[in-house]
């Protein structure tokens, strides 16, 4: 350790790394030399933290390796991955009743092929239909697709289902209904509600109540009435 007063007095200054002479000279030139060297270290980690951060972001964006129950189709595509996200894009498998979700699925082509078809389709424990959509009902027309394309599909919707255990199928397939792939039991997610609701669907009902006798007891006043006024005009 030295002082400022005792710095100015040196004359020569010797910079060393590992044992070995790196720089030797007057004490400002390898002063600066030396903050130049710690100046570049610090460029490189930030550099080095900010590859590592963008890498992590790019693993992070990437869907989970498929896995299924059941696959078949020709060949034609290939379903590589498939997560269920909510509104926020983060994986999840329990999910409250009316909660914003996302299905994801990238779809890689094998072959060219002519307005291919991409859909998922919900099922509960029992194996009961719940939901199923595609590219064509929600009005995507894709033309055609060359071999080695590789397509990421979003479906977005509100799951207002009922409390059960679910199932997610994927398919990709021809306007004639021929499949390319498909995969049931793709992914799995449970459903649940503070409110008990009966049945595969959750219709969000609402419930009003009014009095029935103020109702009728105005009505029998109303009749009453009518029939004063008939009687008047009978006589007259």
């Known amino acids: 350790m030295f002082s400022f007063d005792e710095f100015a ?19 400002s ?38 896995r299924f129950t059941y696959r078949h189709g020709d060949g034609s595509a290939e379903i590589m991955g498939a997560e269920l996200t909510d ?17 994801r699925t ?7 092929v002519d307005e291919p078809i991409v859909g998922f389709l919900i099922r509960n424990r029992h ?11 929600q009005q ?16 977005a919707f509100n799951c207002w289902l009922g409390i059960d255990q679910y199932s997610i199928s994927l398919a990709v397939h021809s306007r004639e209904g021929q499949a390319y792939d498909w995969v049931d039991g793709a992914l799995f997610f449970r459903v649940t509600s503070l409110r008990l609701t009966e049945g595969v669907a959750n219709l969000n009902a609402s419930v009003t109540v ?8 105005t009505t029998a006043k109303e ?8 009687e008047s005009m009978s006589h007259a």
């Open 223 to 230: 009749d009453t009435e009518a029939k004063s006024r008939l």
């Open 106 to 112: 990238n779809v890689r082509f094998l072959r060219d």
């Open 210 to 217: 009014r009095n029935r006798e103020d109702h009728l007891a």
């Open 29 to 66: 030139e390898v002063l600066n030399y030396y903050q130049k060297i710690v100046m570049e270290r610090e460029e490189a980690y930030e550099a080095e933290s900010a590859s590592t951060n963008e890498a992590t972001q790019t693993a992070e964006q990437q869907l989970a390796p498929l």
């Open 9 to 27: 007095a040196i004359e020569r200054a010797i910079l060393l790394n590992a044992g070995r002479v790196v720089v030797d000279g007057l004490p």
């Open 140 to 155: 995507l027309e894709l033309g055609k697709i060359q071999r080695g394309t590789t397509l990421e599909f979003s479906f």
């Open 127 to 137: 194996g009961i239909h719940a939901y199923g959509t595609n590219s064509k009902e």
């Open 87 to 103: 509104s926020a894009h983060q994986r999840i498998d329990v999910i409250d009743t009316g909660e914003p979700l996302i299905v």
